[in-house]
């Protein structure tokens, strides 16, 4: 007989999801004392077994290929060293898109989430990001503003360790930084470039630690953060976060634990979180005072909306229709170059830290007269990468041939292209949202979600001033450009939606709950000892990666649901 | 330098045993002087020895060995590609299919395997299929088999120690701290559009 599993006692806290809003909902209620529940539907993560930071492609038959070539087909979803971290397609866990879309639906099933391997890229929202509406009529104000998230994200960056520079710039606030980092070769050309054309380089802003913090130790500069860090010192919520807070012994944390709903008692709060145990798949109730949803925003939208009951026909939360609504992600579009002056560079080690270490912030807010609003940054690549397959793959179909020749051509070229990437900003729009798909459900029996994303002029516009500045950068810089960077995902000009990875604002903040589900507590109108903890509280999406507010947005949050336990509200 | 011929003169020029015969069959001299680099000893795993041969070969025109670094033989690019073709049905059947193309050519025009070939008739091959310019109905299997093998060969050396060394990657290592060289800086900046500003 179908029987499910009930816990007898009953969870202060429970957090869904142990990325960056589960993990700091999980540091900050530990450091209060409070003992938190973690549901996490992937496996726990081991560091030492499964980060690859330091081996080399020839250390494996396959040369990071996969065990079956699946790289050659197109069958590899990401690269084999990264750290593991999730998919595109799971399987058991489809989804589906309109077929007017375009959309892909990057998840991660590890303790940790995708701060395994993130970009790190760490860049505070401006006034203007969490006011949009008052600044130039477009898109929706937070209720929360600059001046209450500063504090809180002093408290994020000197946690996780920022690098960077006070540099006065409005579209790029100051914070609490650690020593940057020196800029490369092809950087400092850059830097000339830039400086030629007035748009500002500026030392990067990264989740990477130029000096030891909280027991972590200092980066020991491999450059290969994407793949892990095995000595933490680049910035995962499972390492920083919930590793120390599992030591308090303040903290249970359920691996392979799928939630399927909330279930809420007479009084409309949330009793209890049924989950699927993918262990044994058998299905278990844990019930709970409060729980906090940090599942990515998009899976925290359907866990709200396939939570329906008498009091809640439209899922938890919703009497305003807006759960799934406004989903945004960052836009994307990236161009290559080729530098001449790099040609036969001296050569040195120029990994530093992962990623970028001078970058552009948006630097035309005063100027009116452009054709879309808002702006991007641009993200700088380049340097002696580490060789993978098809590292020079390109080289090898635009000089043919073969023999010494082709050695030379690669030899010489070696360091000598950089890569732009435009990451801007998307306004919300109507046709752009994702939905319970009744008809198909998980290999759980949970219905699945079916996504609805359209750009508008607004981001195409914006992608195409993106490949103007790219080509004037490399052509000032003396070089010329050889293509876009991602042909597989930017083809049409700008990215798919999705695949810059930085979906947000299905769940949205508002002062009225006729229009919005969360309040300025990211605590649901309607739900009260219901929170949510990732980006789907974001009004907006700036040009700014998420991973930084979710950090500070979910610190807010659970200082002030600690302070409403202390009280005696929750 | 032609390689091949290197290797034979390596492998047999101190017993003095060059003999006309030899030259006539590469083949079995190639099987001879295998020793010489690591892959020699490997056994394919899905290629038979004569496949495993030819690509062998194939690999050691496309990087061979020079005065500036080692080649593809001494990368372990046949080695590479034979075990992902044990791995993966359509890999394999591109790799067979390909080096059955290039012997059948080889045959069409000089009576002899790919292999057997003398290595002005297996360049001349080269020179037709390695360009995509050259593209026409009888060659078109051919030039997207060379694809496949120079793309795969080139994988196989970047990403093994002697194609590390050929392009001087000197990266993942544990550093105290990061710098830049200035003389490098220098070098990109005098080169660049900047030098005199």
New interface residues.
């Given amino acids: 007989m179908f029987q499910i599993q009930r816990s007898p006692q009953v969870a202060d806290v429970v957090v869904i999801g142990s990325g960056a809003g589960g993990g700091t909902t999980v540091k900050v209620l530990t450091d209060l004392g409070i003992n938190v529940t973690l549901l996490e539907a992937g496996p726990m993560l081991n560091p030492s077994k499964d980060f690859k930071?330091?081996m080399?492609?020839?250390e494996v038959?396959?040369?990071?290929?996969g065990?079956?070539?699946e790289r050659?087909?197109g069958l590899q979803q990401w690269g084999y060293f990264e750290a593991p971290n999730g998919y595109w397609n799971i399987p058991g866990e489809p989804y589906s898109v309109s077929p007017d879309s375009e959309f892909s639906w990057f998840r991660s099933r590890i303790l940790g989430g995708r701060t395994n391997h993130y970009g790190r890229i760490s860049l505070r929202f401006s006034d203007y990001d969490f006011k949009p509406y008052s600044f130039d009529g477009l898109g929706t104000d937070w209720p929360v503003d600059y001046d209450e998230m500063s504090p809180y994200y002093d408290k994020a960056e000197e946690f996780m360790g920022i690098t960077g520079t006070k540099e006065g710039i409005r579209s790029a606030p100051d914070g609490v930084f650690l020593p940057p980092?020196?800029?490369?070769?092809?950087e400092?050309?850059v830097m000339?470039?830039g400086k030629?054309l007035g748009i500002p380089v500026i030392p990067s802003r990264m989740a990477m630690l130029t000096k030891s913090v909280h027991g972590r130790a200092a980066c020991?500069?491999?450059?290969?953060c994407g793949r892990g860090c095995r000595t933490a010192s680049a910035f995962s919520s499972s390492q920083a976060m919930i590793f120390p807070a599992m030591k308090t012994g303040k903290l249970t944390v359920l691996t392979e634990a799928m939630a399927r709903e909330l279930i809420v008692d007479a009084s409309g709060k949330v009793s209890a979180v049924s989950y699927v145990d993918k262990r044994t798949r058998t299905e278990k109730q844990i019930r709970c005072r409060n729980v906090v949803v940090a599942a990515s925003a998009c899976e925290s939208a359907r866990l709200l909306l396939n939570s329906k009951s008498p009091l809640f026909p439209n899922g938890l939360a919703n009497g305003s229709g807006m759960v799934g609504r406004n989903l945004t992600d960052t836009t994307g579009y990236s161009l290559s170059g080729h530098?001449?002056?790099?040609?036969?560079?001296?050569?040195?080690?120029?990994?530093?830290?992962g990623g970028m270490h001078v970058y552009v912030p948006w630097w035309l807010l005063d100027k009116r007269n452009k054709d879309f609003p808002r702006g991007y940054h641009i993200e700088i690549g380049g340097g002696?990468?580490?060789?993978?397959?098809?590292?020079?793959?390109a080289?090898?179909?635009q000089r043919?041939?073969?023999?010494?020749g082709?050695?030379?051509y690669?030899?010489q070229r070696?360091g000598a292209s950089i890569s732009l990437a435009g990451r801007g900003e998307m306004i919300p729009n109507e046709h752009s949202y994702c939905e319970i798909d009744n008809s198909v459900v998980d290999q759980w029996g949970i219905p699945t979600l079916k996504f609805h994303f359209r750009w508008s002029d607004h981001e195409i516009k914006q992608a195409k001033h993106m490949h103007e500045t790219f080509t004037s950068i490399i052509e000032?810089?003396?070089g010329t450009v050889t293509g876009i960077t991602h042909p597989e995902r930017e083809a049409k000009g700008v990215s798919v939606g999705g695949t810059i990875i930085h979906e947000g604002g299905t769940v949205c903040m508002g002062d009225d709950p006729k229009t919005s589900v969360l309040n300025r507590w990211c605590q649901a109108h309607e739900v009260k000892n219901l929170f949510v903890a990732d980006a789907a509280p974001f009004n907006g999406n700036p040009d700014k990666n998420v991973t930084l507010t979710i950090v500070a947005l979910a610190w807010r949050t659970a200082e002030h649901l600690a302070a409403e336990m202390k009280k005696g509200n929750a | 330098m032609n390689p091949t011929r290197r290797d034979l003169l390596i492998a047999f020029g101190a017993t003095g045993l060059i003999t006309p015969a030899l030259a006539q069959h590469v083949h079995q001299a190639l099987l001879e002087v295998k020793s010489l680099d690591p892959g020699a000893a490997y056994q394919p795993k899905y290629l038979t020895g004569h496949e495993y041969q030819t690509l062998r070969r194939l690999s050691d025109l496309i990087i061979p060995a020079d005065e500036h670094s080692k080649g593809a033989l001494d990368a372990g690019a046949a080695e590479f590609i034979d075990f992902l073709c044990s791995r993966n049905e359509k890999l394999a059947q591109i790799y067979t299919g390909g080096l059955a193309w290039m012997d059948a050519t080889m045959q069409h025009h000089h009576q002899v395997s790919f292999l057997e070939a003398k290595p002005e008739q297996q360049t001349a091959l080269l020179d037709l299929i390695a360009y995509k310019k050259n593209e026409t109905p009888e060659l078109l299997a051919g030039i997207r088999f060379f694809d496949w093998c120079r793309r795969m060969v080139m994988d196989a050396y970047y990403t093994s120690p002697v194609g590390m060394a050929d392009i001087g990657f000197m990266g993942n290592k544990a550093l105290s701290s990061f710098s830049v060289p200035q003389e490098a800086v220098d070098y990109a900046v005098k080169r660049s559009p900047f030098a005199n500003s």
């Fill in positions: 930071e330091h080399l492609p020839y038959d396959h040369r990071g290929a065990p079956n070539a050659y087909f980092i020196p800029p490369r070769v092809h400092q050309l000339k470039a030629r020991h500069y491999c450059g290969q530098i001449p002056a790099l040609e036969g560079l001296p050569r040195h080690n120029s990994d530093g830290i002696f990468g580490m060789p993978q397959l098809g590292a020079f793959s080289d090898g179909s043919a041939g073969y023999g010494s082709l050695k030379d690669v030899r070696y000032t810089m003396g």
